[in-house]
């Protein structure tokens, strides 16, 4: 892997959200230009306001039409698809309808729009490794309820995997303790597919999740598989 031209810009997929406009701002003050996608562009004038090399235009990520026009509207190079989307803004009070393929169709529609570009999706914690199976499975740290959600999550790993060899794609997993509340440090430690339980209560600031993701755009290092980001 090279590092990507430092012109080409970062279309953020879920750009309104907390990961979304972190690794947006994240970008600009790096002087990428930035293609933030929401679903309704009138709700998130603070996407705009970021700054000057931010476009904001509508999209739905699990559209493959929609996200053919974002596309589309592109011109040259595009550097990384970032997928920051989250379907719903806190845990559901049930997952009643919820669909199980929700995430696979997006790293379809990821990967039909690629055209060559870095793909890079935030993951969640409880898909990690653990002694004895993966996060989710023990209902003493994570909750029953919310197994539906994390074996949907499960599904996508499995759906990037089975991607053909020139797929570049990378799942960049932040800890539970995820947090606006902590500080930003311009810094972080990578881990592998497994959960540290010992850094893992320790509080990440999306702003150090956004130096990881776009580290990984300017100076990718590891490709096709799901990684952990610590403080």
Same mark, same amino acid.
């Given at each position: 892997?090279?590092?990507?031209?430092?012109?080409?810009?970062?279309? =953020?997929?879920?750009?309104?959200?907390?990961?979304?406009?972190?690794?947006?701002?994240?970008?600009?003050?790096?002087?990428?230009?930035?293609?933030?996608?929401?679903?309704?562009?009138?709700?998130?004038?603070?996407?705009?306001?970021?700054?000057?090399?931010?476009?904001?235009?509508?999209?739905?990520?699990?559209?493959?039409?929609? =996200?053919?026009?974002?596309?589309?509207? =592109?011109?040259?190079?595009?550097?990384?698809?970032?997928?920051?989307?989250?379907?719903?803004?806190?845990?559901?009070?049930?997952?009643?309808?919820?669909?199980?393929?929700?995430?696979?169709?997006? =790293?379809?529609?990821?990967?039909?729009?690629?055209?060559?570009?870095?793909?890079?999706?935030?993951?969640?914690?409880?898909?990690?490794?653990?002694?004895?199976?993966?996060?989710?499975?023990?209902?003493?740290?994570?909750?029953?309820?919310?197994?539906?959600?994390?074996?949907?999550?499960?599904?996508?790993?499995?759906?990037?995997?089975?991607?053909?060899?020139?797929?570049?794609?990378?799942?960049?997993?932040?800890?539970?303790?995820?947090?606006?509340?902590?500080?930003?440090?311009?810094?972080?430690?990578?881990?592998?597919?497994?959960?540290?339980?010992?850094?893992?209560?320790?509080?990440?600031?999306?702003?150090?999740?956004?130096?990881?993701?776009?580290?990984?755009?300017?100076?990718?290092?590891?490709?096709?598989?799901?990684?952990?980001?610590?403080?």
């Amino acid at each position: 892997m090279v590092p990507e031209k430092r012109n080409s810009p970062v279309v =953020v997929f879920g750009a309104g959200g907390r990961a979304g406009l972190a690794i947006v701002a994240e970008a600009l003050r790096r002087g990428r230009p930035v293609l933030g996608v929401v679903r309704d562009p009138a709700r998130h004038s603070e996407i705009s306001a970021l700054g000057d090399d931010v476009a904001v235009v509508a999209g739905d990520l699990t559209d493959s039409d929609s =996200v053919a026009a974002v596309l589309a509207g =592109v011109s040259g190079e595009v550097a990384a698809l970032v997928n920051a989307v989250a379907p719903f803004p806190g845990p559901p009070e049930s997952f009643e309808g919820f669909d199980p393929e929700h995430y696979v169709r997006l =790293v379809e529609n990821l990967v039909r729009g690629a055209r060559g570009a870095r793909l890079i999706e935030i993951g969640l914690a409880a898909t990690l490794r653990t002694g004895s199976g993966r996060m989710f499975e023990d209902p003493a740290v994570f909750p029953a309820f919310l197994r539906p959600f994390a074996e949907a999550r499960m599904k996508s790993l499995a759906a990037w995997r089975e991607q053909s060899a020139e797929v570049d794609w990378l799942v960049i997993t932040p800890p539970p303790a995820l947090s606006l509340e902590a500080p930003a440090t311009g810094e972080y430690r990578i881990g592998g597919d497994v959960l540290d339980a010992q850094a893992a209560p320790i509080p990440l600031s999306y702003a150090d999740l956004a130096t990881a993701v776009l580290d990984q755009i300017d100076q990718p290092t590891i490709s096709r598989q799901q990684v952990s980001v610590y403080r």
